[in-house]
């Protein structure tokens, strides 16, 4: 990348304190929370508002610089990296809240906002935001749109894309278009549901009308001790196949409960239990107790050791704040972390978390899994040492391992993190050449001149890798 | 042998022989919806896929299927009503028409409220392009986010960017205890004070209808009905939205809710007035393609004609 970065464009357009330009600025927009990548940017740009936006994206476009928004810089595939010589857009300012409206139930908000904060703000309406990623303290909805972000409750409200009703987007060139609408009508081609998970590559989302639910009247949260993984994933799978519908159903290995016991989160799990499962129903007063006996009934046929009942909200949050704190308790384990995502149909999730533990005697790495079972989505966390480039190659051989055998198993390189710079070059073994070749075509419709988070997504061509460092070598 | 391979054959050929005669081609099921949908839709020949019928993989325990776009849903519903599943779209058109019109022409369905629009329940497919090149777009699994989600674009295209050859969808759990009510006080609802209905909606004027699976509400704004009283009103719901244009949307915002429960009456005032919806309440728009869909088009099948249009005449 020869082009010049056009600096004095870009500080008329967000004024000259919102442009970045010096190494030690810079050093912390160098990866997202997937380190096993690094790329400085050439400069940061922090605009105020979606018109700051678009100005930043044609100044850029016009100089040919490669670009990408990011926000809280969470991600966990390397999304909101820019290859050398680019530029970042940190959309953390843009953190408004718009307009909240709750006789339709809806919110508008900028990409900056956290996404726990709109649920904050909705809850005084009886509203919440359903998507919960365990980042959302932290990680931001342009993030969660960009990736189709999850989280435990996706598996009864959908992920992201369920909740997206329009989004304001700027495109590569600078334009400005709304796709979608407030109505969910129907309507022609869905550009807000293609953008929704597009990661970065297809549009800037500068602004989204999002969808609130009403908060449940009742929840009881259960937790089963069980003796093994696989068996804590035949309950999931029965639960599922009896039709109960919980709105989380979360398995926690032995090596996630103990680093949560032995960390800030604890929440007084079983640490002598082989795994545990939550789940978590909710809905109107009148139904909620019948279903957890139900599905108490259920889990009792696949022999856990106990079930405790959660039903005050102090013994629920502690419950969620061991599970969403467990990939940051596990940090202890290991001088690094990588966190996988991958998913299987949900009959076979016994069968890949065996595969997995194969996988973990071979590498001689300690894996850690909490997944949302429910939706087949799993999460082995690999802890290994980023300075030998030894076990760097080995966690990737394993990740690669796994990915395969969800593929194998008919299912998917990723549930909720996206493919990013870290799997692309596994996308050939999911999809075909036709199906690439088609995403590429569609991609230059949006971005011809193919400036806007480059090499991401999709297979990158010969020769594009070399603009991101890394660690190690890419796996294959 | 694929399912399904010898109808794709013979599609593929009517696509190559309509682009030596310089003929434009667009993919249809049965068109139950398309007077509705695309009333100016004259294609020099359609591509018929309504024979791609049938389940092609029914998975129970992880409550997804694969099926033939040609399935009427009625048919699908037939054989996942045994297994306590189903797909969670009430629409028109369910037994005369075809699941790929359900899904590319799409009618806001009954379930909204509670399951999202239609387009939520595929996950992918199998399709054709214009060129004849088949594609697999999303997974088979109920979250995946690997590569682009072209399943959005397909659906609301109408069949100018591919042809259906089967969708993957989503299934649920199908409800077990409906209890059905009459509401007196629909906009209670949407104020979130009851618990949200699997179904809900105002067939005629005065009148709202919903439903809760499991539960009886107890509140005074609700009366208990007979389960074939609802199921009439359902049936005249279904009807009344199957005589209105497909396009509509709502002046005043309050009107409506987002999430689907939207206002019947006003529907069903347009469709006994057998002019539209009432004037002041919906107004329908004439159907806009996206501004995307000619670069799309170009995009999906570089070097054939795409669907609806004629191949330039030979020079």
């Known amino acids: ?476 | 042998m694929s399912a399904f391979a010898a109808e794709i054959a013979a599609a593929r050929e009517l696509l190559r022989a309509a682009a030596a005669d310089g003929a434009s081609v667009l993919p249809c099921g049965r068109r139950s919806r398309l007077a509705r949908h695309a009333p100016d839709a004259r294609p020099d020949r359609w591509l018929e896929l309504a024979g791609l019928r049938g389940i092609v993989r029914l998975d129970a325990e992880d409550q997804t299927c694969e099926a033939g776009a040609g399935t009427a849903p009625a048919d699908l519903d037939a054989e996942l009503a045994p297994r306590g599943l189903m797909l969670a779209v009430d629409a028109p058109c369910a037994a005369e028409g075809t699941l790929g019109g359900l899904m590319l022409a799409p009618d806001l369905s009954l379930l909204h409220r509670a399951y999202g629009p239609p387009r939520d329940q595929v996950l992918g497919g199998r399709w054709l392009l214009a060129d004849g090149t088949e594609v697999r777009t999303g997974a088979r699994v109920v979250k995946s986010v690997a590569g682009y989600d072209l399943t959005r674009l397909f659906l609301g295209s109408r069949g100018r960017l591919a042809a259906c050859i089967t969708l993957t969808l989503r299934l649920q759990p199908r409800p077990r205890a409906l209890h059905a009510y009459r509401v007196v006080s629909p906009p209670l609802l949407r104020a979130a004070a009851l618990p949200d209905p699997v179904w809900f909606f105002q067939p005629r004027a005065g009148a709202a209808y919903a439903a809760w699976d499991g539960i009886e509400p107890a509140h005074a704004t609700l009366a208990p009905c007979p389960i074939e009283e609802f199921a009439a009103a359902r049936t005249a719901c279904l009807d009344a939205f199957a005589a209105l244009p497909a396009r509509w949307a709502f002046d005043g915002a309050p009107e409506h809710a987002p999430d689907g429960a939207c206002d019947w009456n006003a529907l069903q005032a347009g469709a006994r007035a057998g002019e539209g919806p009432a004037a002041g309440a919906v107004r329908t728009p004439p159907i806009a393609d996206s501004s995307w869909l000619p670069a799309l088009a170009a995009a999906c099948a570089p070097d054939a004609p795409p669907f609806g249009a004629r191949a330039p005449a030979p020079r």
């Open chain 1, 1 to 476: 990348m020869s082009s010049q970065v056009p600096l004095r464009e870009l500080r008329a357009g967000v004024g000259a304190r919102w442009v970045l330009t010096d190494p030690a600025s810079l050093l912390a927009y160098e990866s997202d929370a997937l380190t096993l990548f690094r790329c400085r940017p050439a400069a940061v740009v922090l605009p105020g508002s979606a018109e700051e936006v678009a100005a930043c994206a044609r100044a850029l476009h016009g100089s040919r610089v490669p670009f990408a928004a990011r926000g809280a810089g969470t991600g966990l595939s390397g999304g909101a990296l820019v290859p050398e010589g680019g530029v970042i857009l940190a959309l953390s300012r843009m953190n408004r809240i718009l307009a909240l409206d709750p006789e339709r139930r809806l919110a508008r908000a900028e990409p900056g906002v956290v996404n726990a904060d709109l649920s904050r703000a909705a809850a005084p309406h009886g509203l919440r935001y359903a998507p919960d990623p365990a980042s959302q303290t932290v990680s931001t909805l342009g993030g969660n749109i960009a990736e189709n972000a999850g989280g435990p409750m996706c598996f009864l409200h959908g992920a992201t894309g369920q909740h997206v009703l329009a989004l304001d987007v700027v495109l590569a060139d600078g334009r400005r278009e709304v796709w979608g609408n407030p109505t969910a009508a129907p309507e022609s081609v869905d550009l807000r549901g293609f953008c929704v998970g597009s990661e970065g590559t297809v549009a800037i989302v500068v602004g989204a009308t999002l969808r609130l639910i009403p908060l449940p009247e009742k929840i009881i949260t259960l937790l089963a001790a069980f003796d093994s993984v696989q068996r804590a994933c035949a309950a999931v799978a029965a639960v599922v196949a009896a039709g109960l519908r919980p709105v989380a159903l979360e398995v926690m290995d032995q090596r996630a409960i103990r680093a949560v016991e032995a960390s800030a989160y604890r929440a007084g799990l079983p640490t002598d239990a082989g795994a545990v499962l939550i789940v978590e129903i909710e809905g109107p007063a009148a139904r909620v107790p019948g279903e957890a006996a139900e599905t108490e009934r259920v889990l009792r046929a696949h022999a856990p050791s106990r079930i405790e009942r959660a039903e005050t909200s102090a013994q629920r949050l502690a419950i969620w704040k061991g599970r969403k704190g467990a990939g940051g308790a596990l940090g202890r384990l290991g001088p690094d972390s990588y966190v996988m995502d991958g998913v299987v149909p949900r009959a076979r999730l016994a069968e890949i978390m065996r595969f997995v533990e194969e996988v973990e005697e071979e590498s001689g790495l300690p894996v850690a899994n909490l997944f949302h079972a429910g939706d087949g989505n799993i999460h082995p966390h690999f802890s290994y040492d980023a300075r030998d480039p030894e076990q760097v190659a080995r966690v990737e051989r394993a990740g690669a391992r796994i990915l395969r055998k969800c593929l194998e198993l008919g299912g998917s390189l990723t549930g909720e993190h996206g493919i990013g710079l870290e799997k692309q070059h596994l996308m050939r073994e999911q999809f075909g050449a036709a199906e690439l070749a088609l995403m590429e075509r569609v991609r230059r419709v949006f971005d011809p001149a193919e400036l806007l988070n480059p090499g991401k997504g999709l297979p990158m061509r010969r020769g594009c890798a070399e603009a991101f460092h890394r660690h190690g070598r890419i796996a294959s």
